[in-house]
């Protein structure tokens, strides 16, 4: 066992990676835009073109690992992840800069997948998958907060010409030592039978993804406009094809992408279904946080900063504690822990205004980090539980996908909703109204996850007896 989690902690450098360069561009968006000469557009489609990269090909990542091997999959996406890095930190104009962002997105999506789906495999017992899931989480938010540590320290440094090209070339010792580990300790895993590739399929599931996550994350506060209507219709159009598409493969034996046996899961239903809520929730409330505290409460960037590493501070105890108190508890924990979070919003919109005390900042962030992550590593448990290892990798990049979309898909919604409110010459009070309603949408969201959450099997989240 003890075995297993050096495994663990060796797959999970490949999760630090993908979080870590999700965050780490964002303080030092205004050096880069300088110091390459890019327009705004350009920064947009930069900042864009990983996560589009990302989202798109999630579920195609899981399926390489199913059918060429996960071990194989995740070193390929290590080695890849490195050298798009490279080709960030030595690009000379903002096009080499987003097509390198892209591909650090596609390489993260060939690891993330296969770091859900090793878990499940390395801990099929209960108890200990629970415990890794709760180093899945602590990653997800050291991720979080070393992304917009280093982002802002690298940024600041006044010996370098262009400090900034730090922040991506310091992914290369990390993925050097994952890379060691993982060749020496990993253990190849695979779906047994004999399969082949659906080539076809990943390049409509792709063409499709790709353009729906374009259109969410280019959009901003212009969603509704012709282009992007149509470009959203285009990608439904070629999402529902590939739909039939895979299902007419399953039907006559062929090469496919996805499973539609997952959906006779009624955990992994209930997973999607509230981890997309929570996502929801949960990025659209950072991306809304950050706008309040900056042109609403006149905070500074680098004290803004500050305050959101509090809520990781949180995110990473709490995951850490939250395992035994899932065994102990099952839902009933994980119920405990929503709620949390909805007192916890209540109490910024009581008390995030124009006279907020940076104390109180700090103690509402810090609370909310908690239960944040007493709830999220639970989530992934549930929707993966029970999951046979044939279907898991399949499962893994579906999950992933979901996460990936409803995050994007809650920064464009929930902020439009904001920026309408506002209106033109907004004011404090406006800001105000804007971030109630938006906390408002977020605690809807949360009530939907509350619903998912009662409806899961008790088997897949356990008491222990006492």
Not at 331 to 358: C, D, H, P, R, T
Request: with cysteine; aromatic share 12%.
């Amino acid at each position: 066992m003890k075995h297993n989690y050096l495994k663990l902690f060796v797959i999970l450098f490949g999760q630090l990676l993908t979080i870590m360069d999700i965050f780490i561009i964002n303080v030092s968006i205004p050096s880069i835009q300088r110091d390459i000469q890019a327009s705004n557009g350009e920064m947009q489609l930069m900042i864009a073109a990983y996560l589009i990269g990302f989202a798109s090909f999630l579920i195609t990542g899981g399926r390489l690992g199913d059918v060429y091997g996960r071990k194989k999959v995740f070193i390929i996406g290590l080695v890849f992840f490195m050298i798009s890095s490279i080709t960030c930190g030595i690009s000379q104009g903002a096009v080499q800069l987003m097509i390198s962002r892209l591909a650090q997105g596609i390489s993260a999506a060939l690891m993330a997948p296969q770091v859900l789906s090793m878990i499940q495999i390395l801990f099929p017992d209960h108890e200990q998958r629970t415990k890794a899931m709760g180093w899945y989480g602590i990653t997800i938010g050291i991720g979080t907060i070393l992304g917009q540590f280093l982002g802002g320290y690298f940024s600041s440094l006044t010996t370098l010409e262009e400090p900034w090209r730090l922040i991506f070339l310091i992914n290369i010792p990390i993925c050097l030592v994952a890379l060691f580990f993982s060749v020496r300790n990993l253990e190849e895993s695979r779906v047994t039978t004999k399969q082949s590739f659906d080539n076809w399929g990943v390049l409509l599931l792709s063409a499709g993804l790709f353009s729906m996550t374009y259109t969410l994350t280019v959009s901003e506060k212009k969603i509704f406009s012709v282009p992007n209507i149509l470009l959203m219709a285009v990608s439904m159009g070629i999402l529902i094809f590939f739909i039939k598409n895979q299902k007419d493969k399953l039907k006559n034996n062929k090469p496919y992408l996805i499973d539609f046996e997952l959906l006779h899961f009624k955990n992994f239903n209930l997973g999607i279904v509230a981890i997309s809520f929570f996502f929801i929730m949960l990025d659209s409330y950072f991306y809304i946080l950050s706008l309040f505290f900056q042109d609403g409460l006149m905070i500074n960037p680098l004290r803004a900063g500050e305050v959101i590493v509090f809520q990781g501070l949180g995110f990473i105890l709490a995951s850490a504690f939250s395992v035994k108190l899932i065994l102990r508890y099952g839902k009933k924990a994980l119920v405990a822990g929503l709620g949390f979070i909805i007192l916890i919003l209540v109490l910024q919109i009581i008390f995030f205004n124009g006279s907020i005390e940076f104390y109180q900042l700090y103690l509402l962030l810090f609370l909310h980090g908690l239960g944040v992550g007493s709830v999220i590593p639970s989530l992934a448990n549930i929707a993966l539980s029970g999951m046979p290892e044939k279907l898991i990798g399949n499962a893994s990049g579906v999950y992933n996908t979901f996460q990936q979309i409803a995050a994007i898909m809650g920064i464009v919604v929930v902020g439009s909703v904001f920026y309408y409110l506002l209106g033109e010459k907004p004011l404090i009070q406006h800001y105000h109204n804007a971030f109630t309603i938006a906390i408002l949408i977020n605690i809807l969201c949360l009530a939907i996850v509350l619903v998912c959450i009662f409806k899961v099997p008790q088997s897949v989240l356990p008491e222990r007896r006492r």
